[in-house]
Nanobody, 120 residues
Framework: QVQLVESGGGLVQPGGSLRLSCAAS????????MAWYRQAPGKQRELVAT???????NFADSVKARFTISRDNAENTVDLQMNSLKPEDTAVYYCNAHLMVIPTITHDYWGQGTQVTVSS
């Protein structure tokens, strides 16, 4: 059984920091691309950050220079360090594991989500 479990969400003031963590089980973690997505009320789910199996990272323009993604293959975890938080960062954040077997065959797994609220 595959499970991705997020933790670390909560309420934080603008300008503050928060660290999210995702613990994976049931997959060969080290070969998956890991990612964080978020979805705000009334909006589409958007990709926030990715980290490849080799450690290469990418970020959405809206969070670049503020967020950092990292992974620990020994612990099967991926973290999202969020700094200088803004009210527009408020959303449910989801952990994603992605594997491309071949271009036409891919696997995706999702966590249950964790709420992040940035408000004064």
């Amino acid at each position: 059984q595959v499970q991705l479990v997020e933790s670390g969400g909560g309420l934080v003031q603008p300008g503050g920091s928060l660290r999210l963590s995702c613990a994976a089980s049931g997959i060969r973690f080290s070969i998956y691309r890991m990612a964080w997505y978020r979805q705000a009320p009334g909006k589409q789910r958007e990709l926030v950050a990715t980290i490849s199996s080799t450690g290469s990272t990418n970020f959405a323009d809206s969070v670049k220079a503020r967020f950092t993604i990292s992974r620990d293959n020994a612990e099967n975890t991926v973290d999202l360090q969020m700094n200088s938080l803004k009210p527009e960062d408020t959303a449910v954040y989801y952990c994603n594991a992605h594997l491309m077997v071949i271009p036409t065959i891919t696997h995706d797994y999702w966590g249950q989500g964790t709420q992040v609220t940035v408000s004064s």
